[in-house]
């Protein structure tokens, strides 16, 4: 699968944000691509998500799991592009539809968009797949609740930004 | 053509070592049989140790009277938002699905495992870091697909942290 981790300059910002979840930690999810418009991420297999061991089909709950984490990662990287802020959004509603089996041993990628972006609440969509983004396995829809920035933590803040400085560059002193 | 199945088989054993003999991937399981055994034991447990993501999030299973009440212990690895901290939302919804699936198996005696058709989740409280409880409600079970809907909650039934809705089919 051809991605544009470089092209796409929100992909670190994204994957630190990834990386601060211990679930998603746990489930080895790489954010392959992130910007404005996007963020594309992958799961790896493993027999421990297994939730129907007579065909090694990985369990719902882990495709939830990606859905939601690749969607709120949507909306932080859509705020961050728009309002140069952080916000962690909390998630309000999803509804998955599982089209097709995830095919064990192999990857699962979700792809999320954050279509809207209202005052309060952020609308997103996601497709779950492993070949072909036209053969999906799964189709989510989920919003998220915006809370105000001064909700994130400074340890958290520092986590995200990593070594990209911010605006206002007083990160340095900081780290 | 046999010697060949061997083959396939061994090597699937070789890439998965974390795999023990009881769940080996190509066995097809004896669903019915199962849950008769935990009936039986009353250990509705032992339905939770067949599926591997079960144990990764650490879930268990109690049963009191006709009902079922499914337990999330709380564990550092089930974490999604480290600020507060909470459980991530997929694993609140994995867990919730994984009830649904272990009530139909119970109480509507399939054959197979329910696969999930849809899932729709409505969070409406921070599921902060401690036990969260589930029970399902099935609310109505045609020949093909079943609905369910999960209420999930932690200090107090009556204040939820989330409840879902979901469709199933069995067979």
């Known amino acids: 699968m051809k991605v544009n981790p470089e092209f796409f300059p929100l992909t670190q910002m994204a994957q630190r944000f990834v990386d601060q979840l211990a679930q998603c930690r746990r489930l080895g999810l790489a954010v392959l691509e992130a910007s404005e418009h996007h963020v594309l991420i992958e799961l790896p297999y493993s027999t421990e998500l297994i939730g129907y061991p007579d065909t090694g089909v990985i369990h719902g709950g882990v495709i939830t799991t990606l859905m939601d984490t690749a969607c709120g990662s949507a909306v932080v990287s859509a705020i961050y592009q728009k309002y140069q802020s952080l916000e962690i959004s909390p998630t309000l509603d999803l509804r998955v539809d599982y089209m097709k089996p995830a095919q064990p041993n192999k990857p699962v990628y979700g792809f999320a968009e954050c279509y809207k972006l209202s005052s309060n609440i952020a609308f997103t969509r996601a497709i779950a797949y492993q070949d072909s983004i036209d053969d999906p396995i799964a189709h989510a829809v989920g919003s998220f609740m915006r809370i105000s920035p001064e909700m994130v933590g400074d340890a958290f803040r520092q986590a995200l930004m990593g070594e990209v400085v911010p605006a206002q560059g007083d990160s340095d002193e900081l780290k | ?171």
């Open chain 2, 1 to 171: 053509m046999s010697s060949n199945k061997q083959d396939v088989s061994t090597e699937r054993n070789a890439q998965q070592p974390g795999l023990n003999a009881s769940i080996e991937t190509k066995a097809p399981i004896d669903v019915q049989g199962i849950v008769k055994r935990a009936t039986e034991l009353n250990d509705f447990g032992h339905l939770l140790e067949h599926v591997p993501y079960a144990k990764f999030i650490g879930m268990q299973v109690e049963r009191f009277g006709d009902e079922l009440i499914f337990k999330l212990p709380a564990k550092d690895d089930n974490i999604g938002n480290p600020v507060l901290p909470a459980i991530h939302g997929g694993v609140i919804a994995g867990f919730m699905e994984m009830s649904a699936i272990v009530q139909l198996m119970v109480f509507m005696q399939t054959a197979k495992v329910p696969k999930v058709v849809d899932f729709s989740i409505d969070y409406l409280r921070a599921g902060l870091h401690k036990d969260s409880f589930a029970e399902c409600r099935i609310t109505r079970q045609g020949r093909r697909v079943a609905n369910v809907n999960i209420d999930c909650w932690q200090t107090n039934r009556k204040q939820l942290i989330a409840t879902a809705r979901a469709h199933f089919l069995i067979d």
